[in-house]
C-alpha cells in the first residue's frame, strides 16, 4: 500500500512540475513594442550597443540575445503593425516575456489612440490577468520641439483607460 500512495504522490508531484513550467514559460524576453515610428528600432540598436543609423519602418521583427549580470534575456524589437501586437498578447508568447517596453513616440498626439488602445488590450487579456508581466513605458521623442510632456501624455493613457 506506501509503495502505491508513494508512486501516487510522485506521479502529482512530476505532473504539476511538468504543467506549471508550462505555464510559467520561459520569461526571458524582453519585448520593445509600439506604433509604427515611434522609435523602437532606434532603441534596440542603442540598448543592443550597435552603432545608430538612420532606420526604415521593419518588415520584420529585429532580436539579439543580451546579458544583464548573469542572466540572458532574448531582446526582440517587433513591428509597429497590428500583427505584431497580436503576436506579443498571444498566450504562447506572452507567457515568455519578462518585460513588457510600451515605446510610446511622446510627439506625435495622433498615434496616442493607438498607444491607449494596446494599454487596454494587454491590461483585459486572460494572459495578463493570468500573469502581471512587467511593463514599462517609454515616453519617446522627448526631444522633439512637440514633445507633448509627461504629464499630458500620463493624463491621456488614464483617462482612455
Ligand atoms: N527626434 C527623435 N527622433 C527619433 C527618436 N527615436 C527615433 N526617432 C526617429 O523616429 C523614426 C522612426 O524610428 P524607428 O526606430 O524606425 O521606429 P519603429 O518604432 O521601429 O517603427 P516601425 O519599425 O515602423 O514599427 C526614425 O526617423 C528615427 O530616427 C528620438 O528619440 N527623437
Ligand atoms: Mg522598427
Do not use: W
Amino acid at each position: 500500500m506506501i509503495p502505491l500512495i508513494l508512486a501516487v504522490v510522485v506521479i502529482i508531484g512530476l505532473l504539476y512540475a511538468l504543467l506549471g513550467k508550462k505555464k510559467s514559460g520561459n520569461q526571458n524576453v524582453l519585448a520593445l513594442i509600439g506604433e509604427r515610428y515611434s522609435g523602437k528600432t532606434q532603441l534596440f540598436v542603442r540598448i543592443a550597443g550597435g552603432k545608430v543609423f538612420p532606420t526604415v519602418p521593419s518588415i520584420k521583427n529585429n532580436q539579439t540575445s543580451y546579458k544583464s549580470g548573469n542572466k540572458s534575456y532574448e531582446f526582440i524589437d517587433y513591428c509597429g503593425d497590428n500583427i505584431s501586437k497580436d503576436e506579443v498578447l498571444n498566450p504562447e508568447n506572452y507567457v515568455n516575456i519578462h518585460t513588457l517596453i510600451h515605446v510610446i513616440d511622446g510627439s506625435d498626439p495622433t498615434k496616442l489612440g493607438d498607444a491607449c488602445l494596446f494599454l487596454y488590450r494587454l491590461l483585459v487579456s486572460k494572459a495578463y490577468q493570468k500573469r502581471e508581466c512587467n511593463y514599462v513605458i517609454y515616453l519617446n521623442k522627448s526631444d522633439n520641439e512637440n514633445f507633448l510632456g509627461k504629464a499630458k501624455i500620463v493624463k491621456r493613457l488614464e483617462d482612455e483607460v
